[in-house]
């Protein structure tokens, strides 16, 4: 009984391939070799998990069941997107041009004359070659797709995108946290993007069929905050000439996120307190109250602890909304995530402003790595977007940036916290491999010369620093 395949397999279909061309493919890979070409069909439908590659035999020879064509109809069929290989002593340049035209990603010209080894030698070169081709191109292919899977996962149609192990973490604790009804606190720095993150949350809750609304709390009084967030009814204040709803209840079913926390006047805090805690508001000037159908989501760039310690946040408050923290990684502690996000920016800046920028040049790109980016993601994204709009070429280069960009980074001067002092020394030792790897054209060897490092060290501290 043959065994089960797996996504490592190389799927030879009736075969009559000769001993030594099994025994070279064996090396290199889990081959099964099947006789019978309508069994080799039924058993690649039945595989769990399609094959790198398929190797098509005895193609064209007189008496089979199927030919060439069929045979390679019926794999496109079962395993779309599989690389085909035609095995073939048919010589007609006709032939074989017909069977990649219909699909078939290379074929092997089989020798003419069995037992002589040097036709056998030169036939299993090309073979191994024509197999290693598909396998490559087929794992790319499944690389990209897993990436986009991934990209899929993590960014719920939001664009809170990144692979680092900082960003993985946080969208690990987003999928946690979403489906249950937690108040989340989402702390960073600005720019970093804390909205896209409250987003990801809403997306993956209960609530994602429901409004996701956001309050800029900073951007009110406290007389106007609570309009905006309570409602108001008909006369309560100079110029309420209606009655207002209010964000809670546009909100109901769905989220409400309130950025910049923080700023909120300190009265207000115990009326927002109550809400949290009774699930209960009253319009601003009503009499009645109404009951909160939202889940809430806040957001801060200050430290809240800071501020209970100086009096300034209620400590009652701050430990109803910190139920779940989500802090935003600056971009600075994530910059193997610059090459994605920028790539993801200039898509989006193409689509909006009609453009067809292709990506950035690597000298572009390793300047966008090497930037401090106090702004971070914010400052990242318009500085792409501004570049894609001067841009003559398809493609982004380094005169394009701020020359500020190009600056050096500040040096070491004034006192350093201890994560300040760590996160100093990576950050200096990322650029410094980054750069000779870039120099190097990628080459390892020659990067671990010219740092006068072994190789084994540098691949150490590539695994380390979370740039393999």
Known sequence: MTAPATAQDVILLSSGFIPPALEALRRRWRVIDIESQREALAYLRGMAELPLAVCIGRALDVGDDLDAWQMLAAVQS???????????????PKVVVDLVKHGAFDYVLEPQRRQDSEEEGRYIEDLVFALNRAV???????????LKRNLALHSPAVGLVGQSRAMRRVLDLARKVAPTEATVLITGESGTGKELAARAVHDLSAHARGPFV??????FSETLIASELFGHVKGAFTGADSDRPGLIREAS?????????????????????????QRRARPVGGTGTYEVGCR??????????????????????????????????????????????ADH????????????????????????????????????????????IVADDDTLDVEL?????????????????????????????????????????????????????????????????GLE
Request: glycine fraction near 6%; include cysteine.
């Open 78 to 92: 079962d395993a779309p997107g599989v690389p085909v290989i035609i095995s073939t002593r048919q010589t007609s």
């Open 136 to 146: 490559r191109w087929r794992r790319v292919l499944l690389e990209n797709a897993q």
């Open 214 to 219: 956001a309050l800029n709390c900073g951007a």
């Open 253 to 277: 079913g769905g989220t409400l996120f309130l950025d910049e926390i923080s700023t909120i006047p300190h009265s207000f805090q115990v009326m927002l307190l109550r809400v949290l805690e």
């Open 296 to 341: 809430f989501i806040a957001a801060a760039n200050r430290d809240l602890q800071e501020l209970v310690a100086a009096g300034s946040f209620r400590a009652d408050l701050f430990y109803r909304l910190h139920v779940f923290a989500l802090e935003m990684p600056p971009l600075r502690e994530r910059r193997e995530d610059i090459p994605l996000l």
């Open 345 to 388: 920016f200039v898509r989006l800046a193409n689509t909006t402003y009609g453009r067809t920028i292709r990506g950035l040049t690597p000298t572009a790109m390793s300047l966008l790595e090497s930037a401090d980016w106090p702004g971070n993601v914010r400052e990242l994204r318009n500085a792409i977007e501004r570049a894609v």
């Open 401 to 465: 940036f701020d020359p500020q960009l190009r600056q050096p980074a500040p040096g070491l001067n004034g006192a350093l916290t201890d994560r300040d002092y760590e996160t100093t020394l990576r950050e200096f030792e990322r650029r410094l491999l980054t750069r000779a790897l870039h120099d190097a054209g990628g080459n390892r060897s020659a990067a671990a010369r010219h740092l006068n490092i072994k190789r084994t060290r540098l691949n150490y501290r590539l695994r380390h620093l």
